[in-house]
């Protein structure tokens, strides 16, 4: 499956941004779905993950509360909603697919978009 994140850009702390990944190439709903995110000098951090059908979600919980995951699967997408951004918040945001049930490591998404660049000024 190819992933196609977009959505970010340079907003001011305290706004919302909504990241969109659109997939195609394989059967969207036989995967779920996560995003990561990775700052300057930092490794690549969970952030939210969500079933194949979209019924389960798993946050981690300190964005839990800012952060929401969803997906629609008519139309290929998996979102994540943020608000009341942070200046740390601050990173490359990637979408990823995997085959199995809600995972929350790295290592177990076998497919991965580009990255979204999230900028958060103070």
């Known amino acids: 499956v190819q992933l196609q994140a977009s959505g970010g850009g340079l907003v001011q702390a305290g706004d919302s941004l909504r990241l969109s990944c659109a997939a195609s190439?394989?059967?969207?709903?036989?995967?779920?779905m996560a995003w990561f995110r990775q700052a300057p000098g930092k490794e690549r951090e969970f952030v939210a993950s969500?079933?194949?059908?979209?019924?389960?979600?798993f946050h981690t919980d300190s964005m839990k509360g800012r952060f929401t995951i969803s997906r629609d699967n008519a139309k290929n997408t998996v979102y994540l909603q943020m608000n009341s951004l942070k200046p740390e918040d601050t990173a490359v945001y990637y979408c990823?697919?995997?085959?199995?049930?809600?995972?929350?490591?790295?290592?177990?998404?076998?497919?991965w978009g580009q990255g979204t660049l999230v900028t958060v000024s103070s």
């Open positions: 190439g394989r059967t969207f709903g036989d995967y779920s």
């Open positions: 990823a697919a995997s085959r199995s049930w809600l995972p929350t490591r790295a290592y177990q998404y076998a497919y």
């Open positions: 969500i079933s194949d059908t979209g019924t389960d979600t």
